[in-house]
């Protein structure tokens, strides 16, 4: 008998238990990856949030504003921007996708988006030392949260640079890899970050980390001098996003004061003063999550209160105030481990190794310390920023726990892994049951029903074009959160919603305040021409039509 023939059963076992052990991760990460797929699934039809219409006029008009960032603020000429130069090739790039897509398909990019985070991070924890960690990334979904996750908001291109950040940290983690791959994830790093920059300002709170995780991949490459690539970032996108995002309004103080009272300002405010408010916005960051009877700007339907909605209810709250409490542990134990490393003589320590050490704790700290600026920067509490905030910390608890191997840890992770498992699921069950039939029925909340059909926009403008005899080429069009989309490559296009805040904050009449932007056309619903105090001059089944002057 040939030994080729022979097969050595404890061989065999072996081989059979390493490979179920290299596909336990991916299987984990299948697993959750299914269940936030459900989450997110339920909201499919959930009504277009009025500032998924804003970032689109706000961030994705470049191509047909000829580079020239007007904003959502028309009466302040002295706020309009020229793309920064090392901003240009992502601004193009978002407002190409944004002419393309259609609202609705932008929210399946939102929605590959979250559930690539998902895959991510559970894959890379299920092959550390707690592998059950990586499933308290779904405390992302409980409640309401899935609802304001799928937005095409700013928190988008936050949410893309937060990936782009987990996949390079997952390569870090591999003992070979080949240079084109590190180029790849090097510059998905900078196309992320230039993005998210380009978005909002506070696309800078993971600067930091994206700077951490570029300076690793250059000091793998090229030893300490590849410290710094860590600098490149910072010097690139700081000054840029400094100047884009500080709005300005000489010509309407009251403006001015508007953008202010968005943000938290503890000018005015004592010891006393500043912990009520924290108070308050603690109180608003829990209540975001829950089933309430009124949503903010009616945003989804209202749940009346009832017994069951009530002890759901309380079990949300706990998860949120579990969750939130991780931020302040995860911050405190990444610092003790930080100062950990220095414990023996620095010069016994090779500078690269004592740069890789600790690498998920700094990363989980470098996640959580934005989570605290922007709960204080945002001085409104608003809901999809709160929904936001919790999915950064279970992104980061996942990361810092999954590093204790301990039998208090393990037993740790494994029961808040069943406590928020059994809320996320019975969250997907209310949810199913309250808002899918609702939602389906056209439910249109603040701005419009999903159900629209966004090609009717193109369509009904091309005739109302003709009959209000308009030469769209010219621009400064007035439009509604629906009629943007068949005039979104014309030139400078004045949303109405903004329009009209802006004569309300100044005290001026809207009808006036289009006048003074100079509008040669308005093309909108037609109960909008009430709030311009105009009698429109064509109408397209629920569309009408105005020309200036």
Known sequence: MNERDVTDPAAATSGQADETKSSAPLYRALGATGVAFACLGVWA??????????????????????????????MCPSNVKAVPVVLEPVAWLLSQTMRMLSPLEMRILSFAAVLAVVFTVVRQTAGNRNPGAGYLVLASFVGVAGASLIFVRYEFALELQLLSCLVAAGRLTRRRTGIPGDLGVALGLILAAALSVWSHIQGLLFLPLTSYLLARLAVRRFGSIGLL??????????PPALTLHHPVCTEHPEIEAFWQSLAFDDSNFGARQLALLLFHSARSYVGSFVYAPLFPIRFLPGVASNAPITAMNMLISLVIIFMAGLVLCILAVSLFRWCKSFRLPLRNIAPTKLFEENQPFVIAALIALPV?????????????????LNHLISVAACLILASFSGPVALRFT????????????????????????????G????????????????????????????DLRRGRIIVDDFTQAGVYSRKMTIPITYLHLQANLIGMSTHDAAISVKANYAILHCPYFDVLDIRPQARIGEVCCYTFG
Request: positive net charge.
């Open 414 to 441: 494994k029961g808040a892994s069943a406590i928020i498992g059994i809320v996320v699921g019975a969250s997907l069950v209310f949810n199913a049951v309250l808002f899918v039939p609702r939602l389906a029925n």
């Open 443 to 470: 439910y249109e909340g603040p701005s419009l029903s999903v159900l629209r059909r966004w090609s009717q926009a193109s369509h009904d403008t091309e005739k109302l074009a003709r009959l209000c005899k308009m």
């Open 229 to 238: 690539a860590g600098i490149v970032p910072l010097a690139l996108f700081v």
């Open 372 to 388: 605290l600026i922007l709960f204080a920067y945002d001085a409104q509490n608003a809901f999809y920023r709160n929904s936001y």
């Open 45 to 74: 039809l959930s009504p277009i949030y009025p500032d998924e219409i804003a970032y689109r006029q706000q961030s994705g008009r470049v191509v047909p504003d000829h580079g020239v960032v007007y904003g959502l603020y028309e």
